[in-house]
């Protein structure tokens, strides 16, 4: 038969306190070492983020794109103004049956600071008992935007100082 000696149950298991310790070791540097990978991946992501936004903000591309919404707006609010020095004609003309004067009137000239508040200057001429003219000139886009007398308001290619309609 076999004359080797029965191999003693230590060395086949190992204790399991012993084990258990060896394995929660184990475990812990594991851990550690994925913690500290995420760690520094997050700081590298964040440097990432944080760099490209001040990147971004500085550029000035967002006081680019605000200038330029600011301006159409003003063109905007300009067009607005000089519909608006049409309405007020038509009222002064109710009132006195003529345009003469109406660069003096009170809501005329209103209307003129309201445009020179958006960047730009109202003009008016031609004015007698039945013409006028009140034009401008547009901010951003520099066309002249104009109304008269006889109802119109809008884009025109030019204007001469003698004009007593828009067109």
């Known amino acids: 038969m076999n004359n080797r000696p029965l191999p003693n149950p230590n060395d086949l298991y190992p204790d399991s306190t012993e084990r ?12 550690e070492k994925a913690s500290f990978q995420t760690i520094i991946w997050v700081v590298i992501i964040l440097a990432i983020l944080v760099g490209g936004g001040y990147l971004v903000y500085t550029s000035g591309i967002f006081n680019k794109t605000k200038n330029t ?20 004609s038509a009222y002064y003309y109710r009132s006195y049956k003529s345009y ?4 003096d009137d009170i809501d005329y000239k209103a209307v003129v ?3 020179a508040g958006h960047g730009a200057e109202l003009h008016l001429q031609g004015t007698s008992e039945t013409t006028f003219v009140s034009w401008t000139i547009l901010p951003q ?19 001469d100082p003698n004009q007593t309609t828009c067109k």
Not at 20 to 30: G, I, P, T
Request: some cysteine; glycine content about 6%; aromatic content about 6%.
């Open 69 to 88: 919404v600011s301006n159409q707006i003003n063109d905007s609010l300009v067009r607005n103004d000089v519909s608006r020095a049409k309405t007020v």
């Open 20 to 31: 258990a310790k060896n394995m929660l070791e184990e475990q812990k540097k594991a851990h």
């Open 100 to 103: 003469e004067g109406m660069g």
């Open 141 to 159: 886009n520099k066309e002249y935007y104009c109304a008269d007398a006889t109802g119109f308001t809008g884009k025109i290619d030019s204007i």
């Open 113 to 115: 600071n309201e445009v």
